[in-house]
């Protein structure tokens, strides 16, 4: 399985990303995927999850109305479109698969935001 993101980068505060994440070696439609971020010195967090069967989205309370995770499963490919960024928001962003009790991780890809 592997799990490749990609669209990090720097970005002024208020500006936008948009991060991918292309999936293969798993049933990509079958995962649920989700994207978390860790900054240095903090534990890695949530920042959202689509659902496998539904396309539901759930988001932390930290991103929600900023963040939108969306999907394509005929490109086995998960989106985070991150908007209004905040310095806050400066963290490695990893791309994660879940189904029952497997969970797959990629690499992370450095998002920037400068004040």
């Known amino acids: 399985v592997q799990l490749v993101e990609s669209g990090g980068g720097l970005v002024q505060a208020g500006g936008s990303l948009r991060l991918s994440c292309a999936a293969s070696?798993?049933?990509?439609?079958?995962?649920?995927m989700g994207w978390s971020r860790q900054s240095p010195g903090k534990e890695r967090e949530s920042v959202g999850i689509?659902?496998?069967?539904?396309?539901?989205?759930a988001y932390a309370e930290t991103v929600k109305g900023r963040f939108t995770i969306s999907r394509d499963n005929a490109k086995s490919t998960v989106y985070l479109q991150m908007d209004n960024l905040k310095s806050d928001d400066t963290a490695v962003y990893y791309c994660?698969?879940?189904?029952?009790?497997?969970?797959?991780w990629g690499q992370g890809t450095q998002v920037t935001v400068s004040s």
């Open positions: 689509v659902d496998a069967s539904s396309g539901r989205t």
């Open positions: 070696g798993l049933t990509f439609s079958a995962y649920d």
């Open positions: 994660r698969a879940v189904r029952r009790s497997l969970t797959y």
